[in-house]
T-cell receptor, first 112, second 117 residues
Framework: SQQGEEDPQALSIQEGENATMNCSYKTSINNLQWYRQNSGRGLVHLILIRSNEREKHSGRLRVTLDTSKKSSSLLITASRAADTASYFCATGTQGGSEKLVFGKGMKLTVNP | GAVVSQHPSWVICKSGTSVKIECRSLDFQATTMFWYRQFPKQSLMLMATSNEGSKATYEQGVEKDKFLINHASLTLSTLTVTSAHPEDSSFYIC?????????????FGPGTRLTVL
């Protein structure tokens, strides 16, 4: 399967609920990043977590990283309709490579 | 800060023509720029890595003669789709890595939608 796969692929929730997205990867990483993409637009960087970190917060976002399980989760608390977008995880690998490997993405719909 | 622009935002061209897409870092210098393509409802696929003053490094399966990349300065990279065909229709996104950053956070442009008739 592909490096950086998000689970679930699509999620629909009500405003105010929390949304959790999971990402799994296969190789050793230097960091893992989460991006957001509104339909037909570019990507917006949300948060980066390094391989030696386990949890990170930014506003309503909480990211965890479990390198032993090669997985990460993105939690959006108190969701808003404006959070409706596609979310991607991307991994930066060890060894000096600058490349990011993107997951398949997850479509989040927050209903007002 | 860290704004990346792309031009044009969309383009429609006839089959067989060439199309140039520009990617600019507006308020920072980018040692490295990346070009991705994205098909509808799919993820981003890296096409090539562009370093200022040197030849681009293409990913496996990407034709370098078809997708010409020029990284002429620390703030500008261009992607030229040569002899475009309908199967080249896609959303092309560039990103830039900030000089001297110790990790590979990338800042993305808004994308260019290419439609080849």
């Amino acid at each position: 399967s592909q490096q950086g796969e998000e689970d679930p692929q699509a999620l629909s929730i009500q405003e105010g609920e929390n949304a959790t997205m999971n990402c799994s990867y296969k190789t050793s990483i230097n960091n893992l990043q989460w991006y957001r993409q509104n339909s037909g637009r570019g990507l917006v960087h949300l948060i980066l977590i390094r391989s030696n970190e386990r949890e990170k917060h930014s506003g309503r976002l909480r990211v965890t990283l479990d390198t032993s399980k090669k997985s990460s989760s993105l939690l959006i608390t108190a969701s808003r309709a404006a959070d409706t977008a596609s979310y991607f995880c991307a991994t930066g690998t060890q060894g000096g490579s600058e490349k990011l490997v993107f997951g398949k993405g997850m479509k989040l719909t927050v209903n007002p | 800060g860290a704004v990346v622009s792309q031009h044009p935002s969309w383009v429609i061209c006839k089959s067989g023509t060439s199309v140039k897409i520009e990617c600019r870092s507006l308020d920072f210098q980018a040692t490295t720029m990346f070009w991705y393509r994205q098909f509808p409802k799919q993820s981003l696929m890296l096409m090539a890595t562009s370093n200022e003053g040197s030849k681009a490094t293409y990913e496996q399966g990407v034709e370098k003669d078809k997708f010409l990349i020029n990284h002429a300065s620390l703030t500008l990279s261009t992607l030229t789709v040569t002899s475009a065909h309908p199967e080249d229709s896609s959303f092309y996104i560039c990103s830039a890595r900030i000089l001297a950053r110790s990790y590979n956070e990338q800042f993305f442009g808004p994308g260019t939608r290419l439609t080849v008739l």
